[in-house]
Nanobody, 127 residues
Framework: QVHVVESGGGSVQAGGSLKLSCTVSGYTYDDPCMAWFRQAPGKKREGVASVVTLNGHTNYADSVKGRFTISHDNAKTTLALQMNSLTPEDSAMYYC????????????????????WGQGTQVNVSS
């Protein structure tokens, strides 16, 4: 079975940085799309950043453009999110998602695009 695990979350002060990591095991599909979503208490899960692993094309939510960078390693089916200049509004549970098959189109930030998810890693940013 597919197993997705996020790590790297923690507590930082505003202006600080964190790097999140996602590892995927039991995954045999080729060329998936992968993404980071986040969800704060009382809010919907929102797309943060996504990547088409086939070609490296990326997409970011407007709220994180210029601050966050998504990257991937196809050989290891891993995903990372470098987060800089963090603000309290970035506090949320961050989830890693991956499609259940080949994905060669636009790097979507739509929740339903992704089929497998991890349990999340918590990010808390204090002012």
């Amino acid at each position: 079975q597919v197993h997705v695990v996020e790590s790297g979350g923690g507590s930082v002060q505003a202006g600080g940085s964190l790097k999140l990591s996602c590892t995927v095991s039991g995954y045999t599909y080729d060329d998936p799309c992968m993404a980071w979503f986040r969800q704060a208490p009382g809010k919907k899960r929102e797309g943060v950043a996504s990547v088409v692993t086939l070609n490296g094309h990326t997409n970011y939510a407007d709220s994180v453009k210029g601050r966050f960078t998504i990257s991937h390693d196809n050989a290891k089916t891993t995903l990372a999110l470098q987060m800089n200049s963090l603000t309290p509004e970035d506090s949320a549970m961050y989830y890693c998602g991956i499609t259940g098959g080949r994905c060669g189109g636009f790097p979507s930030l739509v929740r339903g695009t992704y089929d497998y998810w991890g349990q999340g890693t918590q990010v808390n940013v204090s002012s």
